[in-house]
Protein backbone atom coordinates (compact mmCIF):
# COMPACT_ATOMS: atom_id res chain seq x y z
CA UNK A 1 0.00 0.00 0.00
CA UNK A 2 1.31 3.43 -0.82
CA UNK A 3 0.46 6.73 1.24
CA UNK A 4 -2.43 8.87 -0.52
CA UNK A 5 -0.76 11.91 -2.15
CA UNK A 6 -1.22 15.40 -0.43
CA UNK A 7 -4.43 16.94 -0.64
CA UNK A 8 -4.76 20.18 -1.79
CA UNK A 9 -4.85 22.62 1.01
CA UNK A 10 -8.63 23.61 1.99
CA UNK A 11 -10.59 26.67 2.66
CA UNK A 12 -13.91 27.37 5.09
CA UNK A 13 -16.06 27.31 2.24
CA UNK A 14 -14.83 23.77 1.66
CA UNK A 15 -16.69 22.66 4.88
CA UNK A 16 -20.28 20.80 4.32
CA UNK A 17 -20.85 19.35 7.78
CA UNK A 18 -19.72 20.22 10.68
CA UNK A 19 -20.08 19.02 14.72
CA UNK A 20 -19.52 21.09 17.55
CA UNK A 21 -19.17 19.25 20.99
CA UNK A 22 -21.55 16.63 19.85
CA UNK A 23 -22.50 14.05 22.71
CA UNK A 24 -24.52 11.31 23.72
CA UNK A 25 -24.62 9.70 26.72
CA UNK A 26 -27.39 6.33 26.73
CA UNK A 27 -29.31 6.12 29.76
CA UNK A 28 -28.99 2.54 31.70
CA UNK A 29 -32.19 1.03 32.35
CA UNK A 30 -32.87 0.77 36.28
CA UNK A 31 -32.28 -2.10 38.35
CA UNK A 32 -34.45 -2.92 41.45
CA UNK A 33 -31.24 -1.48 43.76
CA UNK A 34 -31.38 1.74 41.72
CA UNK A 35 -34.86 2.50 42.17
CA UNK A 36 -33.97 3.66 46.00
CA UNK A 37 -31.47 5.85 44.68
CA UNK A 38 -31.71 9.58 42.65
CA UNK A 39 -28.51 8.46 40.67
CA UNK A 40 -29.11 7.71 36.43
CA UNK A 41 -26.23 5.81 35.34
CA UNK A 42 -25.46 6.25 31.08
CA UNK A 43 -23.34 5.15 29.03
CA UNK A 44 -20.67 7.88 28.16
CA UNK A 45 -20.26 6.81 24.78
CA UNK A 46 -19.54 9.88 22.84
CA UNK A 47 -18.32 13.40 24.54
CA UNK A 48 -17.60 16.67 23.11
CA UNK A 49 -16.65 15.45 20.02
CA UNK A 50 -15.56 18.14 16.94
CA UNK A 51 -15.55 17.13 13.45
CA UNK A 52 -15.09 18.40 10.22
CA UNK A 53 -16.22 17.29 6.94
CA UNK A 54 -15.04 18.94 3.72
CA UNK A 55 -16.03 18.45 0.07
CA UNK A 56 -13.87 16.19 -2.13
CA UNK A 57 -11.91 14.86 1.11
CA UNK A 58 -11.98 11.83 3.28
CA UNK A 59 -11.96 12.18 7.06
CA UNK A 60 -11.08 8.72 9.09
CA UNK A 61 -11.85 8.21 12.36
CA UNK A 62 -10.25 5.28 13.95
CA UNK A 63 -10.34 3.82 17.40
CA UNK A 64 -11.00 0.01 19.00
CA UNK A 65 -14.50 -1.45 19.35
CA UNK A 66 -16.34 0.26 21.76
CA UNK A 67 -14.66 3.60 21.05
CA UNK A 68 -18.05 5.43 19.90
CA UNK A 69 -17.28 5.52 16.23
CA UNK A 70 -20.66 4.24 15.13
CA UNK A 71 -22.63 6.65 17.60
CA UNK A 72 -20.44 9.33 16.00
CA UNK A 73 -22.07 8.39 12.56
CA UNK A 74 -25.64 7.96 13.74
CA UNK A 75 -25.56 11.28 15.68
CA UNK A 76 -24.29 13.23 12.04
CA UNK A 77 -26.66 11.01 10.34
CA UNK A 78 -29.50 12.15 12.99
CA UNK A 79 -30.34 8.33 13.68
CA UNK A 80 -30.13 9.51 17.36
CA UNK A 81 -31.05 12.10 19.25
CA UNK A 82 -27.69 13.92 20.63
CA UNK A 83 -27.45 14.86 24.24
CA UNK A 84 -25.31 17.80 23.84
CA UNK A 85 -23.75 19.75 20.75
CA UNK A 86 -24.56 21.36 17.35
CA UNK A 87 -24.65 19.63 14.08
CA UNK A 88 -24.29 22.69 10.99
CA UNK A 89 -25.03 21.90 7.67
CA UNK A 90 -23.27 24.11 5.41
CA UNK A 91 -23.27 26.49 8.33
CA UNK A 92 -26.85 25.86 9.02
CA UNK A 93 -27.91 24.19 12.68
CA UNK A 94 -29.36 21.19 11.67
CA UNK A 95 -31.81 19.18 14.08
CA UNK A 96 -34.60 17.37 12.88
CA UNK A 97 -37.06 14.71 14.16
CA UNK A 98 -38.41 12.15 11.79
CA UNK A 99 -40.50 13.35 8.89
CA UNK A 100 -39.52 15.54 5.82
CA UNK A 101 -36.68 17.68 7.49
CA UNK A 102 -35.35 13.87 8.02
CA UNK A 103 -36.10 12.96 4.59
CA UNK A 104 -34.32 16.04 3.32
CA UNK A 105 -31.28 15.84 5.30
CA UNK A 106 -30.92 12.16 4.11
CA UNK A 107 -30.86 13.13 0.45
CA UNK A 108 -27.38 15.28 1.19
CA UNK A 109 -26.32 13.16 4.07
CA UNK A 110 -26.26 9.50 3.37
CA UNK A 111 -25.16 6.48 6.08
CA UNK A 112 -23.23 2.99 4.61
CA UNK A 113 -23.29 0.41 6.29
CA UNK A 114 -20.53 -2.43 7.77
CA UNK A 115 -22.58 -5.01 6.70
CA UNK A 116 -24.44 -5.03 3.23
CA UNK A 117 -26.16 -8.05 3.19
CA UNK A 118 -28.29 -6.98 6.04
CA UNK A 119 -28.61 -3.76 4.54
CA UNK A 120 -30.44 -5.29 1.55
CA UNK A 121 -33.49 -6.62 1.83
CA UNK A 122 -33.36 -10.11 0.79
CA UNK A 123 -36.38 -10.26 -1.00
CA UNK A 124 -36.08 -7.98 -3.36
CA UNK A 125 -33.73 -7.22 -6.28
CA UNK A 126 -31.20 -4.76 -7.12
CA UNK A 127 -33.66 -3.03 -9.55
CA UNK A 128 -36.01 -2.85 -6.91
CA UNK A 129 -33.61 -1.47 -4.22
CA UNK A 130 -32.29 1.41 -6.61
CA UNK A 131 -35.60 2.40 -8.10
CA UNK A 132 -36.97 2.64 -4.24
CA UNK A 133 -33.99 5.02 -3.69
CA UNK A 134 -34.35 7.04 -6.68
CA UNK A 135 -38.33 7.52 -6.13
CA UNK A 136 -38.06 8.48 -2.98
CA UNK A 137 -35.39 11.30 -3.52
CA UNK A 138 -37.52 12.67 -6.53
CA UNK A 139 -34.90 11.14 -8.87
CA UNK A 140 -36.13 8.61 -11.06
CA UNK A 141 -37.29 11.03 -13.77
CA UNK A 142 -40.16 10.75 -15.74
CA UNK A 143 -41.32 7.36 -17.24
CA UNK A 144 -39.71 4.02 -17.75
CA UNK A 145 -37.12 4.77 -20.16
CA UNK A 146 -35.48 7.97 -17.97
CA UNK A 147 -35.88 5.22 -14.72
CA UNK A 148 -33.76 2.38 -17.07
CA UNK A 149 -31.17 5.25 -17.84
CA UNK A 150 -31.30 6.32 -14.47
CA UNK A 151 -30.80 3.00 -13.03
CA UNK A 152 -27.99 1.99 -15.37
CA UNK A 153 -26.03 5.02 -14.62
CA UNK A 154 -25.78 4.20 -10.62
CA UNK A 155 -24.46 1.04 -11.36
CA UNK A 156 -21.88 2.06 -13.78
CA UNK A 157 -20.96 4.37 -11.11
CA UNK A 158 -19.85 2.11 -9.28
CA UNK A 159 -18.47 -0.47 -11.61
CA UNK A 160 -20.98 -2.96 -11.81
CA UNK A 161 -20.69 -3.51 -15.76
CA UNK A 162 -22.91 -4.25 -17.74
CA UNK A 163 -25.96 -2.52 -15.17
CA UNK A 164 -28.38 -5.43 -16.92
CA UNK A 165 -26.36 -8.35 -15.24
CA UNK A 166 -27.10 -6.97 -11.89
CA UNK A 167 -30.29 -5.29 -12.05
CA UNK A 168 -32.59 -8.29 -11.50
CA UNK A 169 -30.40 -9.89 -8.97
CA UNK A 170 -31.07 -11.20 -5.43
CA UNK A 171 -28.64 -9.99 -3.01
CA UNK A 172 -27.62 -13.83 -2.29
CA UNK A 173 -27.26 -13.95 -6.12
CA UNK A 174 -24.23 -11.29 -5.69
CA UNK A 175 -20.90 -11.53 -3.96
CA UNK A 176 -19.67 -9.27 -0.53
CA UNK A 177 -18.21 -6.86 -2.55
CA UNK A 178 -21.09 -6.84 -5.07
CA UNK A 179 -23.65 -5.92 -2.85
CA UNK A 180 -21.74 -3.19 -0.70
CA UNK A 181 -21.18 -1.35 -4.05
CA UNK A 182 -24.96 -2.20 -4.39
CA UNK A 183 -25.67 -0.35 -0.95
CA UNK A 184 -23.24 2.85 -2.40
CA UNK A 185 -25.26 2.76 -5.52
CA UNK A 186 -28.31 3.15 -3.53
CA UNK A 187 -26.79 6.05 -1.07
CA UNK A 188 -25.73 7.69 -4.62
CA UNK A 189 -29.11 7.24 -5.64
CA UNK A 190 -29.95 10.52 -3.32
CA UNK A 191 -27.20 12.40 -5.27
CA UNK A 192 -25.66 13.28 -1.49
CA UNK A 193 -23.07 15.62 -0.50
CA UNK A 194 -21.67 13.62 2.25
CA UNK A 195 -21.27 9.76 2.67
CA UNK A 196 -21.04 8.12 6.28
CA UNK A 197 -19.06 5.28 5.99
CA UNK A 198 -19.07 3.22 8.87
CA UNK A 199 -16.58 0.18 8.25
CA UNK A 200 -17.67 -0.13 5.03
CA UNK A 201 -14.91 -2.87 3.91
CA UNK A 202 -14.61 -4.60 7.23
CA UNK A 203 -16.75 -7.38 6.47
CA UNK A 204 -15.30 -8.07 3.03
CA UNK A 205 -12.63 -10.78 1.82
CA UNK A 206 -9.27 -8.55 2.23
CA UNK A 207 -8.87 -9.50 -1.58
CA UNK A 208 -11.71 -7.39 -2.66
CA UNK A 209 -11.33 -4.61 0.52
CA UNK A 210 -8.78 -2.44 -1.86
CA UNK A 211 -11.27 -2.44 -4.70
CA UNK A 212 -14.23 -1.00 -2.80
CA UNK A 213 -11.98 1.64 -0.71
CA UNK A 214 -10.76 2.77 -4.58
CA UNK A 215 -14.46 3.07 -5.39
CA UNK A 216 -14.91 5.45 -2.68
CA UNK A 217 -12.28 7.29 -3.48
CA UNK A 218 -12.97 7.55 -7.36
CA UNK A 219 -16.38 8.65 -6.22
CA UNK A 220 -14.90 11.49 -3.84
CA UNK A 221 -12.88 12.94 -6.69
CA UNK A 222 -15.22 12.56 -9.27
CA UNK A 223 -18.76 14.02 -7.23
CA UNK A 224 -17.18 15.87 -4.65
CA UNK A 225 -18.36 14.03 -2.00
CA UNK A 226 -17.47 14.70 1.86
CA UNK A 227 -16.40 11.09 2.99
CA UNK A 228 -16.67 10.22 6.49
CA UNK A 229 -14.30 6.70 6.54
CA UNK A 230 -14.99 4.67 9.52
CA UNK A 231 -12.59 1.63 10.44
CA UNK A 232 -10.84 0.07 13.29
CA UNK A 233 -7.79 -0.20 10.76
CA UNK A 234 -5.19 2.59 11.05
CA UNK A 235 -3.13 1.49 8.19
CA UNK A 236 -5.92 1.62 5.68
CA UNK A 237 -6.68 5.12 7.13
CA UNK A 238 -3.41 6.38 5.83
CA UNK A 239 -3.68 4.80 2.64
CA UNK A 240 -7.25 6.02 1.79
CA UNK A 241 -8.00 9.21 4.21
CA UNK A 242 -6.67 12.45 3.87
CA UNK A 243 -7.69 13.59 7.31
CA UNK A 244 -7.08 11.07 10.27
CA UNK A 245 -9.16 11.39 14.15
CA UNK A 246 -8.48 8.82 16.57
CA UNK A 247 -10.93 8.24 18.62
CA UNK A 248 -10.18 6.11 22.74
CA UNK A 249 -13.42 5.66 24.96
CA UNK A 250 -15.87 8.47 23.60
CA UNK A 251 -13.07 11.09 23.25
CA UNK A 252 -11.05 12.32 20.12
CA UNK A 253 -7.40 12.06 21.26
CA UNK A 254 -5.70 13.04 18.12
CA UNK A 255 -5.89 14.53 14.45
CA UNK A 256 -4.10 15.66 11.45
CA UNK A 257 -3.19 14.85 8.19
CA UNK A 258 -3.24 11.06 7.76
CA UNK A 259 0.30 10.35 6.77
CA UNK A 260 1.54 12.37 9.69
CA UNK A 261 -0.81 10.76 12.15
CA UNK A 262 0.01 7.21 11.03
CA UNK A 263 3.93 8.30 10.73
CA UNK A 264 4.34 10.41 13.50
CA UNK A 265 1.70 9.68 16.21
CA UNK A 266 1.59 11.29 18.87
CA UNK A 267 -0.70 10.61 21.72
CA UNK A 268 0.42 7.13 23.30
CA UNK A 269 -2.72 5.83 22.51
CA UNK A 270 -2.38 6.07 18.89
CA UNK A 271 1.02 4.54 19.39
CA UNK A 272 -0.43 1.35 21.22
CA UNK A 273 -3.10 1.35 17.86
CA UNK A 274 -0.36 1.40 15.34
CA UNK A 275 1.44 -0.95 17.14
CA UNK A 276 -1.12 -3.36 17.89
CA UNK A 277 -1.41 -3.23 13.60
CA UNK A 278 0.47 -6.47 12.15
CA UNK A 279 3.53 -5.10 10.65
CA UNK A 280 6.21 -7.58 8.97
CA UNK A 281 8.94 -4.36 8.94
CA UNK A 282 8.47 -4.56 12.53
CA UNK A 283 8.81 -8.55 13.21
CA UNK A 284 12.37 -7.65 12.67
CA UNK A 285 12.57 -5.18 15.33
CA UNK A 286 10.87 -7.85 18.19
CA UNK A 287 13.24 -7.57 21.43
CA UNK A 288 13.62 -4.08 20.16
CA UNK A 289 13.75 -1.96 23.75
CA UNK A 290 12.88 1.46 22.39
CA UNK A 291 9.99 -0.51 20.27
CA UNK A 292 8.81 -1.82 23.46
CA UNK A 293 7.09 0.83 25.46
CA UNK A 294 3.17 1.56 24.70
CA UNK A 295 3.06 -2.42 23.91
CA UNK A 296 3.54 -2.95 27.49
CA UNK A 297 0.87 -0.55 28.07
CA UNK A 298 -1.71 -3.54 27.70
CA UNK A 299 -5.29 -3.39 29.83
CA UNK A 300 -9.05 -3.22 28.32
CA UNK A 301 -10.93 0.19 27.35
CA UNK A 302 -12.17 1.29 30.41
CA UNK A 303 -16.22 1.17 31.23
CA UNK A 304 -17.83 3.88 29.94
CA UNK A 305 -20.51 4.32 32.49
CA UNK A 306 -18.19 5.95 35.09
CA UNK A 307 -15.39 6.23 32.72
CA UNK A 308 -11.57 7.53 34.36
CA UNK A 309 -11.51 10.90 35.30
CA UNK A 310 -8.74 13.40 33.46
CA UNK A 311 -7.71 11.36 30.36
CA UNK A 312 -9.45 8.57 29.57
CA UNK A 313 -6.38 6.65 28.65
CA UNK A 314 -4.64 7.50 31.96
CA UNK A 315 -4.91 3.81 33.27
CA UNK A 316 -3.48 2.26 30.53
CA UNK A 317 -0.50 4.66 29.74
CA UNK A 318 2.66 3.93 30.34
CA UNK A 319 3.46 7.82 30.59
CA UNK A 320 0.94 8.45 33.05
CA UNK A 321 1.71 11.44 35.17
CA UNK A 322 -0.18 12.63 38.21
CA UNK A 323 -2.15 14.94 36.40
CA UNK A 324 -3.26 12.80 33.93
CA UNK A 325 -5.78 11.03 36.42
CA UNK A 326 -7.56 14.53 37.63
CA UNK A 327 -7.36 17.00 34.81
CA UNK A 328 -8.64 16.60 31.20
CA UNK A 329 -6.49 17.40 28.81
CA UNK A 330 -7.14 19.91 26.14
CA UNK A 331 -5.85 19.34 22.50
CA UNK A 332 -2.44 20.79 22.01
CA UNK A 333 -1.23 21.72 19.02
CA UNK A 334 2.07 20.22 17.69
CA UNK A 335 4.62 21.37 15.27
CA UNK A 336 3.63 20.94 11.56
CA UNK A 337 5.50 18.47 9.83
CA UNK A 338 5.97 18.79 6.06
CA UNK A 339 2.09 18.72 5.24
CA UNK A 340 1.67 22.48 6.89
CA UNK A 341 -1.92 20.90 8.74
CA UNK A 342 -2.67 21.36 11.91
CA UNK A 343 -1.52 18.19 14.22
CA UNK A 344 -2.76 17.88 17.75
CA UNK A 345 -2.90 15.64 20.33
CA UNK A 346 -5.10 15.81 23.75
CA UNK A 347 -2.67 14.98 25.96
CA UNK A 348 -0.19 16.36 28.76
CA UNK A 349 2.83 15.31 27.43
CA UNK A 350 2.56 18.13 25.26
CA UNK A 351 2.09 21.28 27.68
CA UNK A 352 4.98 23.53 27.39
CA UNK A 353 7.62 22.25 29.72
CA UNK A 354 6.52 18.44 29.85
CA UNK A 355 8.92 15.99 30.14
CA UNK A 356 8.52 14.18 27.09
N1 LIG B 1 -28.27 2.06 21.62
C1 LIG B 1 -27.37 1.96 22.60
N2 LIG B 1 -27.74 1.87 23.90
C2 LIG B 1 -26.83 1.80 24.90
N3 LIG B 1 -25.50 1.81 24.70
C3 LIG B 1 -25.07 1.88 23.45
C4 LIG B 1 -25.96 1.97 22.32
N4 LIG B 1 -25.23 2.04 21.18
C5 LIG B 1 -23.93 2.01 21.56
N5 LIG B 1 -23.84 1.91 22.92
C6 LIG B 1 -22.58 1.87 23.70
O1 LIG B 1 -21.82 3.00 23.32
C7 LIG B 1 -20.44 2.67 23.23
C8 LIG B 1 -19.94 3.01 21.85
O2 LIG B 1 -20.53 2.14 20.90
P1 LIG B 1 -20.26 2.25 19.34
O3 LIG B 1 -21.10 1.21 18.67
O4 LIG B 1 -20.45 3.65 18.90
O5 LIG B 1 -18.72 1.86 19.25
P2 LIG B 1 -17.83 1.56 17.95
O6 LIG B 1 -16.57 2.35 18.11
O7 LIG B 1 -18.63 1.75 16.72
O8 LIG B 1 -17.49 0.01 18.15
P3 LIG B 1 -17.27 -1.12 17.01
O9 LIG B 1 -15.90 -0.86 16.46
O10 LIG B 1 -17.34 -2.40 17.76
O11 LIG B 1 -18.34 -0.98 15.98
C9 LIG B 1 -20.33 1.19 23.57
O12 LIG B 1 -19.97 1.10 24.94
C10 LIG B 1 -21.73 0.67 23.36
O13 LIG B 1 -21.99 -0.42 24.22
MG1 LIG C 1 -19.21 0.48 15.15
Redesign the pocket.
Known amino acids: MTATPAAPPTTTDDVVLEAENLT ?1 H ?3 RRGLRDLFTKERKA ?4 DDIQLTLRRGRVTALV ?12 LMAQL ?1 KRTDGDIRLHGDLITVNGGRAFRAYCRRVQMIF ?1 DPFASLNPVHTVRYHLTRALKIHGRAGNGSADLEQNLNALLLRVQLTPPERYLDKFPHELSGGQRQRVSIARALGANPEVLLA ?2 PVSMLDVSIRLGVLNLLRDLKERLDLAILY ?1 T ?1 DIASARYFADETLV ?1 YA ?1 RMVEGGDSETVTQNPAHPYTRLLIESAPDPDRLDRVGDAKDAPEDEAGGEPPS ?1 IAPPTGCRFHPRCVHAMPKCSTDLPPRFELPLVDSGQAHWAACWLYEEGAAK
Open positions: KFPVVHAVGESGSGKSTVARYQDEIHMGL
